[in-house]
């Protein structure tokens, strides 16, 4: 692909996994800027920009409890986060492989509000489906937050978010469609119930959810 795409960005996803034999090739295309093919032809990655992840050294930042500091020593965290990373590097890759790399990037956990975020994006797809059968869904601070707990990984990150959507949203929401629970016209909302989510036809009188209470107990206290 590059040879015909000169001009291309290149990522290899969690490379520490890769075989040995793959470092060899990255050494010449690192060194050289070019790659010599099965059938001999030398590929030029001169204009590509080779990008690598890698989950190296956050196994140890969640043993040490590196990811859960308070927000006020952020520098001390970053610090420690850039030290255990790098030295889980040298002992993972070879010192010519790490020399020939520009950069290495260090990002910081995911808070909160960004797995928030991710949750709001990962669900506009589903929701717009089901939107287009005249079907609208919202979903509670409540509903999002529970998303966002069982689908967030301090080692992994958000990855399995999609999946704990599917699981969680997705699918409930197929079944009671193809059931005729909800049809054009019908106002669902999702809201959190124990250690779960319940469905609910805005016009109906189902029972009170927790998002409810605390709900209640805000206006409450504003009033």
């Not at 692909?1 to 010449?28: C, G």
């Not at 093919?37 to 040490?64: E, H, Q, W, Y």
């Not at 889980?88 to 808070?111: A, G, H, Q, S, Y």
């Not at 937050?145 to 990855?159: I, V």
Request: aromatic content about 6%.
């Amino acid at each position: 692909k590059v040879r015909r795409r000169p001009y291309s960005v290149i990522l290899l996803d969690e490379v520490e996994k890769a075989h040995p034999d793959v470092f060899n090739l990255l050494l010449q295309v690192l060194d050289e800027g070019r790659l010599t093919d099965s059938f001999g032809r030398k590929v030029n990655f001169k204009n590509t920009i080779l990008i690598m992840t890698s989950n190296l050294g956050t196994r140890d930042l969640n043993k040490a409890g590196g990811l859960g500091f308070g927000r006020a020593d952020k520098k001390s965290i970053r610090e420690k986060m850039e030290e255990t990373i790098g030295d889980e590097l040298k002992k993972t890759f070879n010192p010519e492989f790490i020399n020939r790399l520009d950069e290495v990037v260090v990002f910081n956990p995911l808070e909160r509000k960004e797995i928030i975020q991710i949750v709001d994006i990962e669900l506009e797809v589903i929701l717009a489906r089901v939107r287009e059968r005249g079907i609208e869904v919202s979903l509670t601070p409540g509903a999002k937050a529970l998303l966002g707990e069982k689908g967030y990984d301090p080692t992994y990150g958000a990855r399995h978010l999609k999946r704990t959507i599917q699981k969680m949203i997705e699918d409930p929401m197929a079944e009671d469609i193809l059931m005729g629970r909800f049809v054009d016209g019908s106002q669902v909302r999702v809201s959190k119930k124990g250690d779960g989510l319940q469905f609910v036809d805005a016009s109906s009188s189902e029972a009170t959810t927790e998002d409810d209470v605390e709900e209640e107990v805000v206006d409450r206290n504003n009033g």
